[in-house]
């Protein structure tokens, strides 16, 4: 199912949009194939691979969930363009209240719309900013819905213990230092980088522009999965600074605890 799901992912703009070519639509399977073959093999091998946080639901399941909505509504606001319906009216204007609203001096909406060139039409500036205004608001809201799930529900012990091994494999404990310092430290990176990604990409592919042809975002594929991951990809790591934080605070919560333990099987001199 897991597979199923990420093969509809990458396709859906393809089925979605008009006017796919024959090239773009042989792309779209083989890409679709390696990532169904991924998800496969990460949730099927008994030992850890790259997927984090795997035997940790719903942390995985949020940035999933946000990262379809945000290629499905892209992709109707995309196709309401030449094959206008209620349904895509409806989602464009919602996505334009969202970017008008989010569209404010030094925002990264606006930022995203000064990355465009020049020559980039009017229409295609409202869309991108509607775009850009629906991904950064579901963005914000997974995050939201993650903290939210963290404080509640006691992510993620409640149902059962947590394995740092399976669900951070990429996180060698015996690399040096002390693990609570070194996941703290891991977890400000990626807080921080969360942050600042969404500021910092526009920024860099607007100042790459003298070296490289400018921005237009004119393909709506391109623009489909340009703005969802700048989007999804800083909230996914400010998600992932707050997984690790809160298994840091585990961490030093269970040695707080052993503590006076160890110290009562000491006998004086």
Known sequence: MR???VVLLVATPSLLLPGVSADSTQIVALVAIFAAALTIFEYSATYPGLVEFR???PFN??????MFITVFLLTIITRGQSELSATALFIQTVGAIL???IDFPYSPVRLVVLMLSDQTTMQQVVMVRTAAGMSYFISLLSLAIFAVHIRVNHWPVRNGSFNVWVNLPT???TAGGDVVDRLSRDARLNVAL???LPFLIPAVVRAATVVFEPVTLNNPQTMIWTVTAWALLPASLFMRGIAIARIADMI???RRRAA???ESDLLPA
């Open 3 to 5: 597979a199923v799901l």
């Open 260 to 262: 006076p333990q160890h």
């Open 99 to 101: 970017g008008e609203a």
């Open 252 to 254: 030093r919560e269970q």
């Open 61 to 66: 399941r949020i940035r999933f969930g946000a």
């Open 194 to 196: 969360g942050f600042l």
């Open 55 to 57: 035997d940790a639901p």
């Open 171 to 173: 996180f060698d404990p």
